[in-house]
């Protein structure tokens, strides 16, 4: 049994907020594995890596080696992600990387990168970890699994009102367009799609708030 509480689910399903607050509960760290494809992605458009374009792969399992990504502890004690040195800034979340992740978490080198990195972080002790493949592919023996979903409709109008990684002049249909393209290639790629483990409680948040979402959970870990 590995020490991690699993939280996957597709995008804009309430995940980030929902494992923040489940671990700040139970007082362990938190990890959003997202982000680390989000750097991936950012690092490769630094490099001016056009993930469409057939060598994307090639070029950026070149220099995946050189980039070094590690969650540091802040003062408070959270994990915060860091990029050769440097605190991942907001552009992480910004349409551009945004558009791009989907691709580039689909090339296997970014996926065994990443996989091995979150595997070293269950070491520790208990800990959130929230993505796509925690509670199927990098810890399948996870003590808690939860997957986390909700209506299109309602995850286009959290994105919404949350702001940040969408386009200035977005609606509710742009933005849901977006999520369920981003959904689709996350739940058709060939390696780790995005898929509910068949042990994993699923909770669909349409109707709940964030306080409901919290204590179903807690009520599952308390047992
Ligand atoms: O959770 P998010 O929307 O920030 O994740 C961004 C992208 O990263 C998502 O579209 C697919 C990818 N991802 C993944 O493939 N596996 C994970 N464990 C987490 C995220």
Redesign the pocket.
């Known amino acids: 049994m590995q020490n991690v509480i699993a939280i996957d689910g597709p995008?804009a399903s309430g995940?980030s907020t929902i494992a923040r607050m489940v671990a700040e509960k139970f007082h362990v760290p938190y990890i959003n594995?997202?982000?680390m494809?989000?750097a991936v992605t950012l690092y490769a458009l630094q490099k001016h890596i056009d993930p469409d374009c057939g060598m994307a792969r090639e070029k950026l399992s070149v220099i995946l080696p050189q980039l070094q990504l590690d969650y540091v502890e802040n003062k408070e004690g959270k994990l915060e992600l860091e990029m050769n040195g440097a605190l991942v800034a907001d552009s992480i979340r910004g349409p551009e990387v945004t558009e791009s992740?989907?691709q580039i978490?689909s090339i296997p080198e970014v996926r065994e990168f990443l996989v091995a990195k979150q595997r070293e972080f269950a070491s520790r002790g208990l800990i959130v970890m929230e993505?796509?493949?925690?509670g199927t592919v990098v810890f399948p023996e996870a003590k808690y699994k939860f997957f986390l979903t909700a209506s299109p409709e309602v995850r286009a109008k959290r994105r919404l009102a949350q702001g940040g990684e969408i386009a200035a002049g977005s609606t509710v249909e742009s933005v849901a367009a977006e999520i369920a393209a981003?959904d689709e290639m996350?739940m058709k790629r060939k390696i780790s799609p995005l898929r509910k483990a068949e042990d994993a409680i699923l909770i669909d948040s349409s109707e709940l708030n964030i306080e409901q979402v919290i204590e179903k959970i807690s009520s599952y870990i308390n047992k």
């Open positions: 995008a995940k594995t997202g982000n494809y989000r992740v989907s978490s993505g796509r493949d925690i981003r996350d």
